[in-house]
């Protein structure tokens, strides 16, 4: 069953995202994850809970392959140029 990690970002350095999202991609990509949108333009609809900045959306082929990128060594060494570039929320959604 796919999975789909979901992050939110607001960013407070971009040129420093820049470099997260260079190395992030290619690591993503190795453990299959598929990109379907990155920061693309947004219609809020509802937005009682929650209203989202900067939208990225990736899809694995499950929970467990998105949760080994996240927790692999080379993602964890990359991490602190998007913390120290960005406020971000992210969450593993399992699909259908």
Request: glycine fraction near 6%.
């Amino acid at each position: 069953m796919p999975a789909y990690l979901i992050v939110d970002t607001l960013l407070d350095d971009a040129e420093l995202y820049e470099e997260y999202k260079s190395k992030a991609k290619p690591l993503i990509e190795k453990f299959g994850g598929e990109y379907l949108a990155r920061g693309g333009r947004m219609t809020l609809r509802e937005t009682d809970l929650w209203s989202p900045t900067r939208l990225v959306l990736i899809r694995f082929a499950d929970v467990k392959a998105a949760n080994r990128c996240l927790d692999s060594f080379e993602y964890q060494q990359i991490l602190p140029l998007s913390k120290r570039s960005a406020r971000r929320t992210a969450i593993v959604l399992e699909g259908l």
